[in-house]
């Protein structure tokens, strides 16, 4: 990421003592109220819940419809940190194989639904007993007020270290990704010159910086005027003004980019959904330009250091991301239908290089296991394809000791790619109509430290492997210019050295798009030994058993 990318190789290694030796607040240990669990055997089933007009209905259905004192069923209006009958009772019908429940949505007040979670439940012994699981509306688009239409012109993007237009267009760039610290853009105005901007939601007034927003305002206006396409990565840093967002789980001295954000207590929750509209308004359409794309968290499964939460329990972690990426949703969402929200993983599909994180298939099964389970919805994917290690100089062949042609592989990058976006083809993984997911690799990039040739084959390669996949819709190239300490670690992924002189890659990536492309992948195939196209139509895959090239 723009910040600090180094991050991701050198502080997981360094906390991750540390993070398992504090991790004493466990699963079990954090139970209590609002504990997400997994429940089976209910008997009514959630059939939908949208929205219509100012009602949100909710139909629902069963085999066998259970007991009851009243034959009455009762629908509980729960908070994400709620859990069963501690909610709100929203609606009520007879109880039969069929009902539905119709209540108002109340947006924009105090009693607002649009980001809470549904149940039905009856009475048995005088108590509420609840008879299905947990279910979100689905249709958050139905009450946007500022749709608008979507940038897409072109998968070629970068996510920039600096904001030279001329560079951009002259690569052909289309796509940008940034990224937005979230605890910094709250609270009073951190310079008077810029008066704090209110923004009011669900009958509260909350504070926003706008010094700090001037950078994002300027981003996303520059981005606009030169029609760039662009998405944003929010991430949860600490500070003060954000102290309220940051989970209970994560209020410790681990120190890392992202913190799990605060889905466990009522200011935190309302203050992210607030947050979540008050970006959506801002960011579609007016005076700034638009965000087409939100990326919720950045590389969700490394918990240490990325999303971090002091437990190790997989549910858990999950659980309470499924509820911030809802808030972020459906807040998203109500306010432009046509934005796209993206959750994020890396390529560490089947193997931990920090043993405090997730595996990110793992991860992305259960995100997936909850999204179904609460109701289905058009959510879409971001996932960083690096070579493995990160500093791999050959896209094209890996080491058969971290990347293989089978679901098992220990990693997902460019090169067995396709294992991905086949995972998410299958019936389970598909949105509500049916459709293979938006997949954005949002984030990529490949070393020159041991050679521009291996550099500019990769890239080329690792381009036409993305264009020709059909579920691909972004290729985000790591920073345009190198960054010194980088270096260090021979990670020079820029298409520029550091004096701003262009490398052979500079040109590779220009021209991919256009007629001369085919002047570059003759270049790239020379280098491979292969012809690239031939290559990424076959599926050829290439291992080596070492370092080097021909090992």
């Known amino acids: 990421m723009s910040k600090n990318i180094f991050m991701k190789k050198v502080l997981g290694i360094v906390m991750t003592a540390v993070t398992v030796m504090t991790a004493v607040l466990s699963y079990d240990s954090f139970i209590g109220e609002g504990?997400?669990?997994?429940?089976?055997?209910?008997?009514?089933?959630i059939d939908s819940c949208t929205i219509s007009g100012g009602q949100v209905v909710v139909n629902v259905s069963t085999a066998s419809a259970p007991g009851s004192d009243d034959g009455k069923y009762y629908l509980f209006a729960d908070e994400v940190y709620q859990d069963g009958t501690t909610?709100?009772?929203?609606?009520?019908?007879?109880?039969?194989?069929?009902?539905t429940f119709s209540f108002d949505l109340g947006l924009g007040t105090e009693n607002s639904n649009?980001?809470?979670?549904?149940?039905v439940a009856v009475k048995s012994g005088g108590s509420y007993v609840q008879v299905s699981d947990e279910h979100y509306i689905?249709?958050?688009?139905?009450?946007?007020?500022?749709?608008?239409?979507r940038n897409d012109h072109g998968m070629k993007g970068i996510l920039p270290n600096d904001a030279n237009a001329d560079t951009f267009k002259d690569l052909g760039i289309a796509q940008m990704v940034y990224n937005l610290y979230m605890g910094d853009i709250v609270?009073?105005?951190?310079?008077?010159?810029?008066?704090?901007?209110?923004?009011?939601?669900?009958?509260?007034?909350?504070?926003?910086?706008?010094?700090?927003?001037?950078?994002?305002?300027?981003?996303?206006?520059?981005?606009?005027?030169n029609n760039f396409q662009l998405t944003l990565t929010i991430l949860n840093n600490k500070t003060s003004a954000g102290a309220d967002l940051i989970h209970p789980l994560s209020r410790d001295s681990h120190v890392c980019p992202g913190?799990?954000?605060?889905?466990?207590?009522?200011?935190?929750?309302?203050?992210?959904?607030?947050?979540?509209?008050?970006?959506?308004?801002?960011?579609?359409?007016?005076?700034?330009?638009?965000?087409?794309?939100?990326?919720?968290?950045?590389?969700?499964?490394?918990?240490?250091?990325?999303?971090?939460?002091?437990?190790?329990?997989?549910e858990l972690n999950v659980s309470e991301y499924v509820k911030a990426f809802r808030i972020f949703y459906n807040?998203?969402?109500?306010?432009?239908?046509?934005?796209?929200?993206?959750?994020?993983?890396?390529?560490?599909?089947?193997?931990?290089?920090?043993?405090?994180?997730?595996?990110?298939k793992e991860y992305l099964d259960r995100f997936n296991y909850y999204m179904n389970r609460e109701g289905n919805v058009d959510w879409s994917l971001s996932v960083h394809p690096y070579n493995a290690p990160l500093f791999d100089p050959y896209a094209w062949k890996q080491q058969a000791e971290y990347v293989n042609t089978s679901l098992a592989t220990p990693y997902i990058t460019i090169e067995n790619i396709y294992l991905l976006t086949d995972y998410m083809c299958k019936p389970e993984f598909l949105n509500p109509a049916g459709q293979v997911?938006?997949?954005?690799?949002?984030?990529?990039?490949?070393?020159?430290?041991?050679?521009?040739?291996?550099?500019?084959?990769?890239?080329?390669?690792?381009?036409?492997?993305?264009?020709?996949?059909?579920?691909?819709?972004?290729?985000?190239?790591?920073?345009?210019?190198?960054?010194?300490?980088?270096?260090?670690?021979?990670?020079?992924q820029g298409l520029k050295n550091l004096d701003g002189s262009k490398k052979m890659s500079y040109d590779a990536y220009k021209y991919m798009d256009t007629k001369q492309a085919g002047t570059y992948k003759e270049k790239a195939s020379q280098i491979i030994g292969q012809n690239v196209d031939e290559m990424v139509a076959n599926r050829t895959f290439l291992k080596r058993n070492g370092w080097f090239l021909n090992d």
């Not at 689905?138 to 239409?149: F, H, I, L």
């Not at 308004?281 to 007016?286: F, T, V």
């Not at 381009?463 to 020079?492: G, Q, V, W």
Request: with cysteine; proline share 3%; net charge neutral.
């Open 331 to 360: 807040g998203i969402k109500s306010v432009n239908g046509n934005a796209r929200v993206y959750n994020s993983i890396d390529q560490e599909w089947n193997r931990k290089s920090n043993p405090g994180c997730f595996l990110a």
């Open 437 to 492: 997911r938006q997949i954005s690799l949002s984030e990529i990039g490949y070393t020159s430290s041991f050679g521009e040739d291996a550099q500019l084959a990769s890239i080329v390669y690792a381009y036409t492997m993305a264009k020709s996949n059909p579920y691909i819709s972004s290729f985000i190239l790591f920073r345009e210019t190198d960054d010194a300490h980088e270096m260090e670690s021979h990670i020079a």
């Open 35 to 45: 504990t997400q669990v997994i429940a089976a055997g209910r008997p009514v089933n």
């Open 138 to 149: 689905t249709n958050p688009e139905a009450v946007a007020t500022k749709t608008v239409g």
């Open 187 to 225: 609270g009073p105005s951190s310079n008077p010159a810029y008066p704090t901007t209110e923004f009011s939601y669900d009958g509260k007034t909350y504070q926003f910086n706008t010094a700090a927003l001037q950078q994002y305002d300027g981003f996303v206006r520059w981005c606009s005027i």
């Open 114 to 119: 649009l980001s809470k979670k549904f149940l």
């Open 259 to 314: 913190y799990a954000m605060n889905t466990k207590e009522d200011g935190g929750t309302q203050h992210l959904k607030a947050i979540a509209a008050f970006l959506a308004d801002r960011y579609s359409g007016g005076a700034f330009g638009t965000v087409d794309n939100w990326v919720i968290g950045n590389e969700i499964n490394a918990r240490t250091e990325w999303y971090y939460m002091n437990s190790t329990n997989i």
């Open 87 to 99: 909610g709100k009772v929203v609606a009520s019908a007879d109880k039969g194989g069929k009902a």
